[in-house]
């Protein structure tokens, strides 16, 4: 067995000390971009720069891996690449690798992690540690600069209600990447402190509620409200958890049926109100749960079907394929979109990946730690299905490809260690 050098170890740390700087550099060219000061993209070059080293590090232990993961790059790349060639003149070909390495990212954060704490496992728990809590600043940071007035907002205007902009997501774009980003910041912070320090166990709570306020996105303020009720239980005894489990389901329940005395008033003091119930009459619950994706999935769709042949919907025709004929080409859910823009394969690797993540942390369900990892994750799925950017987020995959890197090498230890090794 060929132990990895110190110089491979040195190498790990270096890459995960600069990686808490990683959604810094995100806000900052947001920040830039805001005020039309640079358009250079300086993000994009260090998480290729980070992703790059991850694979240089991975290649001693990881080759077959790594050698599969180009494979399947090629097979996305494939679709789009006839789709290129079909256009004159073609549109460029850097967005659809961008998004393939966005979708692999993950993956990759998680062996790269999952080797890091196979080899020096204390100073891995500290780096997690550390790049939770640099992310967890620059997105609190971030909002702060939103309550300010500066940066994007998070719902644009809508024509057909007098209805302004409402919310604010700071210096990022998207609204949608950055609520699942909250969500599983605040799930990690959560269980830390409930673990170490309970007491500031509520300061987390407020401060995620302040961050979902500014968002005002349904996945943010439901999803830290989940978190903060659910992750306590989640680190109780087995037999407490089921007699408290039954008494959070009655006050559901109660809440739930009162929710017509409450309910309204609470979304008008938010400026959803308005919003909300102009979807609902129109589109019904289905157009509300799915905020219209429904309607871009049927317009891509038509798109597919009328320019395309069928050989070709396997093979996925790029997001150049979508964007030539309709404006808004991603639907905004990811196992619609994958598929539609890298194959079917893209759509077996999505499900694959869920899958493994679901299956690891319910391999970890004794620890608490997994029973939280269990959660997030099923609410990341949840999230991929029905609001997207989740796979396909360039700003999820570090905490959460290192998050569950860690668990998976203290929950198979030494198998996830010895993996690969010659």
Same mark, same amino acid.
């Given at each position: 067995?060929?132990?990895?050098?110190?110089?491979?170890?040195?190498?790990?740390?270096?890459?995960?000390?600069?990686?808490?700087?990683?959604?810094?550099?995100?806000?900052?060219?947001?920040?830039?971009?805001?005020?039309?000061?640079?358009? +250079?993209?300086?993000?994009?070059?260090?998480?290729?720069?980070?992703?790059?080293?991850?694979?240089?590090?991975?290649?001693?232990?990881?080759?077959?891996?790594?050698?599969?993961?180009?494979?399947?790059? /090629?097979?996305?790349?494939?679709?789009?690449?006839?789709?290129?060639?079909?256009?004159?003149?073609?549109?460029? =070909?850097?967005?659809?690798?961008?998004? &393939?390495?966005?979708?692999?990212?993950?993956?990759?954060?998680?062996?790269?992690?999952?080797?890091?704490?196979?080899?020096?496992?204390?100073?891995?728990?500290?780096?997690?540690?550390?790049?939770?809590?640099?992310?967890?600043?620059?997105? %609190?940071? #971030?909002?702060?600069?939103?309550?300010?007035? =500066?940066?994007?907002?998070?719902?644009?205007?809508?024509?057909? &209600?007098?209805?302004?902009?409402? /919310?604010?997501?700071? =210096?990022?774009?998207?609204? #949608?990447?950055?609520?699942?980003?909250? $969500?599983?910041?605040?799930?990690?912070?959560?269980?830390? @402190?409930?673990?170490?320090?309970?007491?500031?166990?509520?300061?987390?709570?407020? $401060?995620?509620?302040?961050?979902?306020?500014?968002?005002?996105?349904?996945?943010?303020?439901?999803?830290?409200?989940?978190?903060?009720?659910? &992750?306590?239980?989640?680190?109780?005894?087995?037999?407490?958890?089921?007699?408290?489990?039954?008494?959070?389901?009655?006050?559901?329940?109660?809440?739930?049926?009162?929710?017509?005395?409450?309910?309204?008033?609470?979304?008008?003091?938010?400026? %959803?109100?308005?919003?909300?119930?102009?979807?609902?009459?129109?589109?019904?619950?289905? /157009?509300? &749960?799915?905020?219209?994706?429904?309607? @871009?999935?049927?317009?891509?769709?038509?798109?597919?079907?009328?320019?395309?042949?069928?050989?070709?919907?396997?093979?996925?025709?790029?997001?150049?394929?979508?964007?030539?004929?309709?404006?808004?080409?991603?639907?905004?859910?990811?196992?619609?979109?994958?598929?539609?823009? =890298?194959?079917?394969?893209?759509?077996?690797?999505?499900?694959?990946?869920?899958?493994?993540?679901?299956?690891?942390?319910?391999?970890?369900?004794?620890?608490?730690?997994?029973?939280?990892?269990?959660?997030?994750?099923?609410?990341? +799925?949840?999230?991929?299905?029905?609001?997207?950017?989740?796979?396909?987020?360039?700003?999820?995959?570090?905490?959460?490809?290192?998050?569950? /890197?860690?668990? %998976?090498?203290?929950?198979?230890?030494?198998?996830?260690?010895?993996?690969?090794?010659?």
């Amino acid at each position: 067995m060929i132990k990895q050098s110190g110089n491979t170890e040195t190498g790990w740390q270096l890459i995960f000390l600069l990686a808490a700087f990683s959604l810094l550099f995100d806000m900052l060219q947001g920040a830039w971009q805001s005020l039309e000061l640079i358009g +250079l993209p300086v993000a994009q070059a260090f998480k290729a720069a980070l992703l790059a080293a991850m694979l240089w590090c991975l290649r001693a232990n990881d080759r077959r891996m790594l050698v599969l993961l180009a494979l399947l790059a /090629g097979c996305f790349a494939f679709g789009p690449l006839l789709t290129q060639w079909r256009l004159q003149p073609p549109l460029g =070909f850097s967005r659809e690798l961008m998004l &393939i390495s966005k979708v692999f990212a993950p993956l990759i954060a998680l062996l790269a992690f999952t080797r890091f704490t196979c080899n020096t496992p204390e100073l891995a728990q500290k780096s997690l540690q550390r790049l939770m809590l640099c992310f967890s600043v620059v997105l %609190l940071i #971030n909002f702060v600069f939103g309550f300010a007035g =500066f940066g994007y907002a998070a719902y644009s205007p809508m024509e057909q &209600i007098e209805l302004g902009s409402l /919310g604010s997501s700071g =210096f990022f774009v998207s609204a #949608n990447e950055l609520s699942a980003l909250l $969500l599983i910041l605040t799930a990690y912070q959560l269980h830390y @402190y409930w673990v170490k320090y309970k007491l500031l166990y509520i300061v987390v709570v407020f $401060l995620a509620l302040f961050c979902a306020l500014q968002l005002l996105t349904k996945t943010a303020l439901f999803g830290v409200l989940l978190l903060a009720v659910l &992750i306590p239980l989640l680190h109780l005894e087995a037999e407490r958890r089921k007699h408290v489990a039954l008494l959070i389901a009655g006050v559901a329940v109660v809440l739930l049926v009162t929710s017509p005395l409450w309910l309204g008033a609470l979304l008008q003091q938010l400026g %959803l109100y308005q919003k909300l119930l102009w979807v609902w009459q129109e589109k019904g619950w289905f /157009g509300l &749960i799915l905020s219209s994706r429904d309607l @871009y999935m049927q317009q891509n769709m038509q798109v597919l079907t009328e320019h395309f042949p069928p050989w070709h919907w396997l093979l996925g025709v790029g997001q150049a394929g979508i964007a030539l004929y309709q404006k808004k080409y991603f639907a905004e859910s990811d196992f619609f979109d994958l598929p539609m823009f =890298f194959g079917v394969l893209a759509l077996v690797f999505a499900i694959g990946w869920f899958g493994y993540l679901l299956w690891l942390s319910w391999q970890a369900r004794a620890r608490a730690e997994g029973r939280v990892l269990l959660l997030i994750n099923g609410i990341l +799925l949840l999230l991929a299905a029905l609001a997207g950017h989740v796979l396909t987020s360039g700003l999820l995959w570090l905490p959460w490809g290192c998050w569950c /890197g860690y668990v %998976l090498a203290r929950q198979q230890v030494p198998a996830a260690c010895n993996r690969s090794r010659s």
